[in-house]
């Protein structure tokens, strides 16, 4: 089957598709987006996590053909995403925890047409910067998943306790950093985001 | 990949920035973050095809036949292979002991072990090919414990061994045996007032990394192929892959890929063979990713094991005697449990001072999963078992568990069981003293003034199951020792290859290593080092590969160490290089360069006053010094086969811990609140990598107290729980805080005084995490990993 989606504001088309294969599988092997990565796919890992319309779902759990005509962000567009939100919503988040990204706000969304990939820009959102400078990433491969599920975090809820992030992040497995560092990352996004307002 | 130091500005004269002792980041981080970086499973080439492995359903049976008429017939299939395949003569291949059959033939030992392969042009087509393959099996009876495999009338698991151990064990379903004997236990025992005795079961705990075994293999224009895979060990791979090619080890060329976590469980052979053989065969690129079920039968485990242990005190708290009996289940191959039972049996004493003590260690061929290398190797296990004898002592003496462990540590200049003199400082009641003088944290977290409960800080968190009612607090302690590197008499070196050039008017080091970075952070920690020693701040990390000489395994704690060591040296020698080159063109202007002692600083040649002499640009100009060295440590001895006597290891590190938890009586749930942690690590070369180290291993420890076990069902050897859904590995809301307190105590044997890090925090996190729940339950608890029915007494069977 074929199938049309958008991916990281890019619009996408993928050609004979089996049934049975994952949202995951055609991003990696057919967009040429390894970004997500494939630890489990069983939905148990996290490590695969992207944005379908602005939720982040497990994408080796999403049929392919699942997302016809709707919004896929991965690991490879945050950057631009945040990007994005941060010039409609300057200083992020949104006190109320209402805001979110809308479906609509979703689709209208337009990653600057580069390769798709990394976004031409080269520059980091917060959360990624913050993963760096604060010892989160080890072999890395929990990494893009946790940006994806943090990021989205930060967006509903601008400080979120220590208990709010390890709810929001439960999804997601690390084998290798013990989560403390990963903490740290998101508390320091969070204190980077309210020191811009 | 190459990765590059970041460049900072410097002024004339000053330190090099960058430098050991730093917390430099990453250099691959930002790769890491925006899914650039590319791991093995990442690879891609053009008309590649996807490599399958069909394995056994069955534990023990002789193979009557395989039928692969209808795989090879289905459109997309390329090829399925079986033994009969196989090009050569050679068609074992093992760590230590060739026992592994690349494809079963005429038997095969354990459940998921590989039978045949295909390849095709989707993984779909792959699979489904592989599940027409028809293979006949005649079960055979499973060996499943000591008692089965040492039965004197015992279905041999190998029958025909040939291997060097095969002498001196006392059934040919022993891998291994290593005594050691020092003193008289018997003797000493009669000087105690006290004596514990312990029966503990230890769990098969697996590495569980998050990327899976892949890699992909390219054939080459010269009949040889190229492997792109994640190892720990590029040049130990090499060894054991060329041989059953056929071909010569310069026909097999390696290159790292991106790994996603290793913890030992890349140490042995997974995919490569395979992936080669399929491309050899069809011509094509071959790319294999094992998905998670198949990742559980691809891999050896943390070998479960059956400990006995005896030990003796006299009413002062001062320990007589130990004896011990450590079974390790080894299952079907060898892989690296000869050197699993060394470590185990050579550790099994502790961090304390016994001078009397009988030891036995051994592993056994069963029809078990195989098990060989995990984080902590053996010491793991016995640390489990010592520590929960330490507080049974201290508990029957009335005395505190800490204060006990402190009158009986060891420190610099203790005898070790195996008579090796510790030579270099072992801070084992400091670090104790450290973990106890922590504040504890607030009692009943979750109680929220005047509110409900906040039920995510309590054990079920989320699932709400209990508002606080029969909730009780414990706090346990435990410590240990590990070996860093290969021990034994191993030939542990390492090989670093520098080579120093100006590019665009800046001095530039380039470092070639086969070092396999995992995640632990050697990429960081050898740019360092380079900047250190060279004194420039541009430091590229070569890609690891076999065109390098090797640089033994990422694994034993010993990365640091021998590759950095490796490093260390060979800059040395560039330095020394550079300056003589600096001397034959300025020796004439300026007498320091004759007379001073001279290093390289800021981009500068400088003398031990601080004047500078030169650019270091100006003295390189067009020119380039690149040397390759080999860098050992000091060696080590084989243990003595009856006595255990011997020099074996190299270097010792020691972590504390401190648990505190939370326990529903009711349920049978534990919620971990803290667990601290102290460790000796000689010199932080990069403090946050070292944090985050000891972090990783601690939760690892965690895992194994509480929720990580291989279920195998005892009466078929049948791995019961292969996913994610069933084998459990903490999640940020199984983890605590885990407060870090390092110490730097240097070795001054070891390059910069470093200590291994990597695997100490593993061992003591498990015993202190059970301790903590005796002490909340009050129940003795003598296997790991608890689970909500040895809590509740409810256990089935
Ligand atoms: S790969 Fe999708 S949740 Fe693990
Ligand atoms: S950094 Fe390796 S799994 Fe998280």
């Known amino acids: 089957m074929r199938v049309n989606f958008t991916v990281n504001g890019r619009k996408q088309e993928a050609d004979d598709v089996w049934e049975g294969e994952s949202l995951l599988y055609v991003l990696r092997e057919r967009m040429g987006l390894p970004g997500s990565k494939n630890a489990c796919e069983q939905g148990e890992c996290g490590s695969c996590t992207v944005r379908l319309d602005g939720v982040p779902v497990c994408s080796c759990l999403v049929a392919a053909g699942q997302v016809e005509g709707r919004e896929v962000v991965t690991v490879e567009g945050l950057a631009d995403y945040a990007q994005h939100r941060q010039d409609a919503h300057p200083g992020g988040g949104c006190a109320s925890g209402a805001c979110g990204t809308s479906l609509d706000a979703a689709q209208r969304w337009q990653a600057k047409p580069a390769d798709g990939r990394t976004g031409e820009a080269g520059a980091l959102s917060p959360i990624q910067q913050a993963f760096i400078d604060a010892g989160a990433v080890q072999c890395g491969f929990c990494t893009p998943g946790l940006l994806v599920a943090a990021d989205e975090l930060l967006e509903r809820n601008a400080s979120p306790s220590d208990q709010d992030i390890r709810e929001a992040l439960s999804g997601n497995l690390c084998r290798c950093t013990g989560y403390e560092k990963i903490l740290d990352a998101v508390r320091l996004a969070a204190a980077r985001q309210e020191e811009a307002v | 990949m190459a990765t590059t130091g970041t460049p900072t500005n410097i002024t004339q004269g000053s330190k090099t920035k960058g430098g050991i002792g730093e917390s430099t980041l990453r250099p691959d981080g930002t790769l890491k973050v925006t899914g650039e970086f590319a791991y093995s499973s990442d690879m891609w080439h053009e008309d590649m095809l996807w490599g399958q492995t069909l394995r056994s359903t069955v534990a023990h049976a002789e ?38 059959p690349v494809l079963a033939h005429g038997k095969v030992r354990h459940h998921g072990e590989p039978v045949a392969l295909v390849a095709a042009d989707h993984p779909e087509t792959a699979r489904r090919a592989a599940a027409k393959i028809k293979i006949d099996y005649a079960e055979l009876p499973v060996i499943t414990d000591e008692a089965s495999a040492t039965a004197p009338d015992a279905v041999l698991v190998h029958e025909g061994r040939d291997d060097h151990h095969i002498g001196h064990v006392p059934h040919p379903n022993i891998v291994h045996r290593q005594p050691i004997v020092r003193g008289d236990a018997d003797e000493a025992a009669k000087r105690a007032d006290v004596i514990v005795k312990g029966e503990y079961t230890f769990g098969m705990q697996d ?3 998050l990327g899976p075994e892949s890699g992909l293999a390219v054939p080459s224009e010269d009949g040889g192929v190229e492997l792109y895979v994640a190892t720990q060990w590029l040049h130990s791979d090499l060894k054991q892959i060329a041989p059953v090619l056929g071909l010569p080890e310069e026909k097999v060329r390696m290159t790292l890929s991106g790994v996603g976590g290793a913890f030992g469980g890349r140490e042995d052979i997974s995919m490569q063979i395979h992936a080669c053989l399929l491309a050899l065969r069809t011509g094509k690129p071959v790319k294999i990713v094992y998905n998670r079920f198949e990742s559980f039968f691809g891999h050896v485990h943390r070998h479960p094991a059956k400990l006995y242990y005896e030990h003796g005190a006299t009413k002062d708290g001062k320990l007589t005697h130990m004896k011990c009996k450590i079974v390790l289940d080894g299952g079907a191959y060898a892989s690296a449990s000869p050197a699993v039972v060394g470590n185990a049996s050579s550790l099994s004493v502790g961090p304390y001072v016994i001078d009397d003590v009988d030891i036995e260690a051994i592993a056994l061929y069963s029809n078990n999963p195989p098990c060989g290398a995990m984080r902590g190797f053996g010491a793991v296990q016995a640390c489990f078992a010592y520590e929960a004898q330490m507080d049974k002592l201290a508990a029957k003496l009335g005395m505190d568990p800490v204060e006990f462990r402190q009158l009986n540590a060891m420190e610099q200049g203790t005898i070790m069981p195996t008579g090796q003199p510790v030579d270099s400082p072992a801070p084992v009641a400091e670090l104790l003293r450290r973990i106890k003088a922590r504040p504890l944290p607030p009692e009943q977290q979750w109680a929220t003034a005047g509110e409900a409960a906040d039920v995510r800080a309590l054990p079920g968190g989320l699932s709400n199951t209990t508002h606080g009612e029969g909730v009780v607090r414990g706090v346990g302690y435990a410590v240990g020792i590990k070996n860093v590197g290969f021990s034994e008499g191993f030939d542990d070196y390492s090989t670093a290859k520098v080579r120093m050039e100006v590019v665009g008017g800046e001095p530039v080091a380039t470092v070639h290593t086969a070092m396999a970075e995992v995640g632990q952070g050697g990429v960081t920690v050898h740019a360092q080092i380079a900047r250190t020693e060279l004194g420039v701040t541009q430091v590229t990390i070569h890609p690891a590969d076999t065109q390098v000489g090797s640089a033994g395994s990422t694994s034993a704690s010993r990365q640091t160490y021998v590759t950095g060591g490796a490093v260390k040296n060979t800059c040395e020698h560039v330095r020394e290089a550079v300056l003589e080159i600096g001397r034959r063109k300025f020796g004439s202007y300026h007498p320091a360069w004759a007379t001073a002692e001279l290093l390289l600083e800021g981009g500068k040649v400088v003398t031990d006053g601080g004047e500078v002499l030169a650019d270091i640009a100006e003295v390189l100009e067009d020119e380039s010094v690149e040397l390759e060295l080999e860098w050992r440590h000091r060696p080590t001895e084989a243990f003595d086969l009856r006595t255990g006597q011997g020099n074996g290891h190299v270097q010792y590190s020691f972590a504390a811990h401190r648990a505190v938890v939370e326990v529903d009586t009711e349920l049978g749930l534990v919620k971990v609140v803290e667990l601290a942690v102290a460790q000796d690590v000689g010199k932080a070369l990069n403090p946050l990598s070292v944090v985050g180290q000891i972090q990783g291993g601690t939760t ?16 078929t050897a049948k791995v019961r729980n292969p996913s994610f859904t069933d084998y459990l590995i903490p999640t940020i809301l199984d983890t605590p805080t885990i407060p870090v307190d390092v110490l730097e105590l240097a070795d001054e044997h070891a390059p910069y005084g470093l200590r291994g890090i990597g695997e100490a925090p593993t061992l003591s996190s498990t015993p202190a995490v059970l301790a903590a729940i005796r002490n909340a339950t009050g129940l003795e608890l003598n296997r790991t990993p608890v689970r909500p029915e040895h809590l509740t007494g409810t256990e089935s069977s």
């Open chain 2, 700 to 715: 690892q420890g965690l895992g194994v107290a509480v929720m990580e076990e291989i279920i195998v069902d005892p009466k």
């Open chain 2, 207 to 209: 590495q569980a990394f």
């Open chain 2, 63 to 100: 193979i009557r036949s395989i039928d692969i008429s209808e795989a090879v017939a289905m459109p997309g299939v390329y090829a399925v292979l079986t033994y009969d395949d196989l090009p050569t003569e050679v068609k074992n291949y093992g760590l230590e002991i060739q026992d592994t």
